[in-house]
């Protein structure tokens, strides 16, 4: 009988890869608090009609619907209903943005003016699974929701590179542009209005295929030879400008359309400060994929990485479809699943912390009790104690705190802790040190201080 095995697109996780991950979220958690972002959770689903039409775009074919329950379903099924919207009224969450726009307007009543939020939790999407590529997976999500200004680019700009700088990542690049301004010089070489979604469709693939790839899919798509020839001349002469450069080939071919969206870009830059470990720098042709952007967006690339490590942009129009008031909003999402990857790939989580901190090791079942009780000292001292559920030799359990990442066992014999003194075994060095029974938290705290965490 073959093994039971978690659903295609889906995983377990190990208790070593649960640690890391966990850790990997408290590092980014306490990095998006020290800009004085908040934490929130939504439901794992929202009605259907919450992410219909929201600017999803292909996520939104990649729903998991959920089936009405009872005699809803019953009543849907003796129709013969094949439109979903007749059978299903729930769906999961395939992002965390939308969710946050129904969330707002919600609450709005009971949250500050400026809502300044983080999100760390799974998504679904109903993709081919595939390596790398998931059908349920954690998303990371810095947001703020209220203000129209500029100065909220800056601060997800810098909190984001903040937090994967401060992970490991060097030599960070944030690429800046607008959704609209992109539309704009998309429409400048005579695009067809029904064609311009197409041809940003394109444009985002030009960091994976060449121009001529490109070319030839835009013109598969109805959109004339010369445009895309046009189109593509220009991405090519902005790839070797400066900064200044870029702005004024932009500026030039959107004239009066793109003055207040370059405007924007051109704030964003100004109110940036220099970037921890990168840079800040416009890049008219990159796209995104959403439909709900409606100003600025960007990406975050680091050296040595073929792709984004973050994502986001402004999105001022989504709260205002489901609540009817508009709401300015912009936001920046870190690719949890890549970044977590990269880091172990890379070794750059050099030790995760293990199941506990020490093991109290029984060595006759007379020691029982006093392991117990020790155990129960050390936990109200801050010492992760694992106490082993058993008594007798001792090797099998130094064993098992070794497979289980457990760096320290203390032989908990009942008559040396009643003595005052007990023996600490280093299960690395396989050497035994005697601590005295008051100091023990100290001792085993300072060398779990010690070692490397992820």
Known sequence: MAKPSAPSG??????????????????????????GYEGMETPAMESLQVFLGKGGGENEKLMFHVLKRGAELARGLEK????????????????????LARYFASHRGELPGIFKRYQIGPVWRAERAQHG?????????????????????????????????????????????????????????????????AAVVGIDKLDKESPDVVRTELVAKGIEEAAASGLL???????????????????????????????????????????????LVFDPFLARGMDYYTGPIFEIAAAGVPFSLAGGGRFD??????????????????GFERVYTLMEERGMFTSSAG????????????????AVELGLTLRAQGVRADVFPGAGKLLPQY??????????????????????????????????????????????LARASARPTA
């Open 133 to 197: 590529r998931f059908r349920e997976f954690t998303q990371c999500d810095v947001d703020v929701l209220g203000s129209a200004s500029m100065m909220v680019e800056a601060d997800v700009i810098l909190a984001t590179s903040t937090a994967l700088a401060e992970l490991g990542f060097a030599d960070l690049t944030v690429r800046l542009n607008s959704r609209p301004l992109l539309l704009k010089v998309v429409e400048s070489f005579g695009i067809a209005p029904a064609l311009v979604g």
């Open 317 to 334: 129009e989504l709260v205002e479809r489901l609540s009817g008031t508009k709401v300015p909003a912009c936001g920046f999402s870190i």
């Open 355 to 370: 199941a506990a901190d020490v093991l109290l090791a029984v060595p006759g079942a007379d020691s029982a009790r006093a």
């Open 10 to 35: 889906f995983r377990d996780f190990l208790p070593l890869d649960l640690r890391r991950r966990e850790e990997l979220k408290r590092r980014i958690r306490a990095t998006y608090e020290r800009f």
């Open 233 to 279: 001349g220009l991405w090519q002469s902005v790839q070797g400008q400066n900064e200044t450069e870029r702005l004024d080939a932009i500026a030039a071919r959107t004239g009066a359309a793109g003055e207040t969206l370059l405007g924007q870009v051109r704030e964003v830059l100004a109110l940036t400060p220099a970037l921890p470990s990168g840079r």
């Open 80 to 99: 013969g209903a094949t439109d979903l919207s007749n059978l299903a009224d729930l769906a999961l969450r395939f992002d965390l943005t939308v969710p």
């Open 399 to 444: 064993e098992l705190a070794e497979r289980k990442g457990i760096p320290l066992a203390v032989i908990a014999d009942a008559s040396k802790i009643a003595a005052g003194t007990v023996d600490v075994r280093s299960l690395a060095e396989r050497q035994n040190t005697g601590v005295a029974v008051p100091e023990l938290a100290a001792f085993i």
